[in-house]
């Protein structure tokens, strides 16, 4: 008869643990595939939405939302993208379009810079430190476009800074989102302006560390991303 180490006992023991282990963390518990079920279905529901809003002749100059993604959104399953090329923004939740709303980026001589970032800071009432209007000390505007790395204020004259409202910073050199005036195409000094009620939404929703890809043509809208030329 043929006798079995204890040292052989212990290592396939050990072995089956291992396995059974493996098995254990592969394994997706039913909560856990409903939750992918129902992703992929809001996901499906979503594409077919946002293609009948983009099939309308004002889409440019509406907000698109997608109620049902919206109510699942916090501040853990949010990301934004932008895109330069459509002068569009959007709000995934779970990966999925929730939101489709018009933008204004920089323009050429400013032009917003593209790669992936995280919300830094938010603040509800921001004035920027870099342009605004120099006024005289009877409040007459010097100078209306004003750089306050450019343009020198004169004795008794004082600079003010733009109002962005709903402040989400980017970067440290001052590009961010924010409420400002949207044309229908590239405007701003860098930064990405947004519409009143599409930066309060977007205010509530981000939390530092929010994830935001800013690319000439937005990953959710192509796959893969398309460069500009």
């Known amino acids: 008869m043929k006798t079995i180490s204890l040292g052989r006992i212990s290592g396939l023991l050990l072995g089956a643990f291992a396995l059974a282990l493996s098995g254990c963390a592969t394994m997706e ?3 856990q595939k409903k939750v992918s079920r129902e992703d992929k279905a809001l996901q ?4 077919t939405e946002h293609a009948i ?24 399953n949010v990301a934004i993208e932008i895109s330069i090329k459509e002068q569009r923004g959007y ?13 204004a980026t920089g323009k050429k001589s400013h032009p917003t810079p593209t790669g992936s970032f995280t919300i830094r800071a938010k603040e509800k009432d921001y004035h920027s430190n870099l342009y605004g209007k120099i006024f005289d000390a009877t409040g007459v505007v010097l100078v209306e476009d004003a750089d306050s790395r450019v343009n020198p204020v004169p004795e008794g004259a004082q600079f003010v800074g733009a109002t962005m409202p709903y402040w989400m910073r980017l970067t440290d050199g001052g590009v961010g989102l924010h409420v400002g005036y949207v044309p229908g195409h590239a405007a701003s000094h860098g930064c990405v302006r947004l519409k009143d009620d599409t930066a309060k939404q977007l205010f509530e929703l981000v939390k530092i560390g929010t994830p935001v890809t800013i690319a000439y043509e ?8 398309s460069k500009k030329p």
Not at 44 to 47: G, Y
Not at 53 to 76: C, D, H, I, Q, V
């Open 29 to 31: 518990s039913p909560a």
């Open 44 to 47: 499906a529901s979503a594409k």
């Open 53 to 76: 809003f983009r099939s309308l002749g004002a889409w440019k100059r509406s907000t698109y939302r997608n109620k049902a993604l919206l109510e699942k959104a916090t501040p853990e």
């Open 91 to 103: 709000l995934l939740v779970r990966g999925a379009l929730a939101m489709d709303f018009p933008v």
């Open 218 to 225: 937005a990953p959710v809208m192509a796959e893969p991303v």
